[in-house]
């Protein structure tokens, strides 16, 4: 008797404890769509805000919209492209690159490296530009007009290579004339130094000449 009342309150016991864990994680789930649906409707008025070239609006109701579902890979890629119109091209790569690492989609993934290589080739930086071009096509190989992009960015890379070690040959040969220059100056100062010392010797052995010559002539006067 005593072991089933045993059984029946453990029994009891886990009943209470699967209905409370329940009850919590549908409030956790009800508490997260109610957030998702907030997010949607500040998503919704930045969208309008971009259509009517409002930037500042549109990237403020973005803001609040990943606050509400940080999440959202979506989200973060269209304030990346808020950022991106506004040349914030630093803010927008960020945004970019948070989306394509939260991103189960290999069409967000794409088109956030994608925007990251254009945003990279604003900032002369074709060498990221390259990687980011290359990232958006091993999600997405078919897409015609990112293999273009990458085409372009190597090219530039390349090219700005070649001008950065010109510039540095460049610079060594100045170097190299600066240092010559000051070498000869050394040289010239100092032929001039010892020129002036050999000077002096000379006329100091003309003074000494002199004072000879004229003890000479006192002697020959007095005797």
């Known amino acids: 008797m005593k072991r089933k009342k045993m059984k029946l309150k453990v029994l009891i016991l886990l009943l209470v404890f ?27 008025e930045a969208q309008n805000a971009m259509a009517n070239n409002e930037f500042e609006k ?21 304030l990346g492209t808020v950022y991106f119109n506004k040349d914030k091209t630093q803010e927008s790569v960020s945004r970019l690159n948070q989306s394509a ?5 290999k069409s967000t993934k794409h088109k ?11 900032e002369e930086k074709y060498g990221e530009a390259v990687e980011a071009y290359k990232n958006a096509l091993r999600n997405d190989p ?3 007009e990112t293999r273009y992009n990458l085409a372009v960015a190597k090219e530039k890379a390349k090219q700005q290579q070649q001008d950065q070690e010109k510039e540095k040959d ?5 170097e190299k004339e600066d240092q ?7 040289d010239n100062k100092e032929d001039k130094e010892k020129n002036q010392d050999k000077n002096k010797d000379q006329e100091g052995d003309q ?8 003890d000479q002539q006192k002697q020959e006067k007095k005797e």
């Open 142 to 144: 078919t897409d015609d």
């Open 58 to 78: 549109a990237e403020a109701k973005y803001r609040e919209a990943i606050s509400k579902d940080p999440d959202n890979a979506e989200l973060k890629y269209n």
């Open 170 to 174: 460049k610079d060594q040969e100045e």
């Open 18 to 44: 699967v209905s409370a864990f329940t009850v919590q994680a549908q409030e956790e789930e009800e508490d997260a769509q109610a957030r998702r649906t907030e997010a949607k409707a500040f998503a919704v």
């Open 207 to 214: 003074g000494k000449d002199q004072e000879e010559g004229n």
């Open 112 to 122: 956030s490296f994608h925007n990251q290589g254009n945003a990279f080739m604003k």
């Open 101 to 105: 690492k939260i991103s189960e989609s």
């Open 180 to 186: 010559e220059n000051k070498d000869e100056k050394g």
